[in-house]
């Protein structure tokens, strides 16, 4: 079981930044597949951005490389970088990993103003 807290979301203008953070509650060595998904006001949640414990990357066609995931085992924390935002990237962000089940944080809202 791993218990998952985002962080660095907020209100920012079109073309601004953001990082976002997804603390874990233990070591993320072993966890294989770990993301970032997002749901955008009355829209179901969608993949962001995926990495393997190996490194792998995976992003979703809309982050047009804009968007970068990065993982660091040493301090049990995965990282969402994200530039060039548009009022499009709106929602809230949820931090996921696969370990024996399929685990979530709680969210953290990104709103982006144009």
């Known amino acids: 079981q791993v218990h998952l807290v985002e962080s660095g979301g907020g209100l920012v203008q079109a073309g601004g930044s953001l990082r976002l953070s997804c603390a874990a509650s233990?070591?993320?060595?072993?966890?294989?597949?770990m993301g970032w998904y997002r749901q955008p006001p009355g829209k179901q949640r969608m993949l962001v951005a995926t990495i393997t414990s190996g490194g792998t990357r995976n992003y979703a066609d809309f982050t047009k490389g804009r968007f970068t995931i990065s993982r660091d085992n040493a301090k049990n924390t995965v990282y969402l970088q994200m530039n060039s935002l548009e009022p499009e990237d709106t929602g809230v962000y949820y931090c996921m990993a696969v370990s024996s089940g399929t685990y979530w944080g709680q969210g953290t809202q990104v709103t982006v103003s144009s």
């Open positions: 233990r070591s993320i060595f072993s966890i294989n597949d």
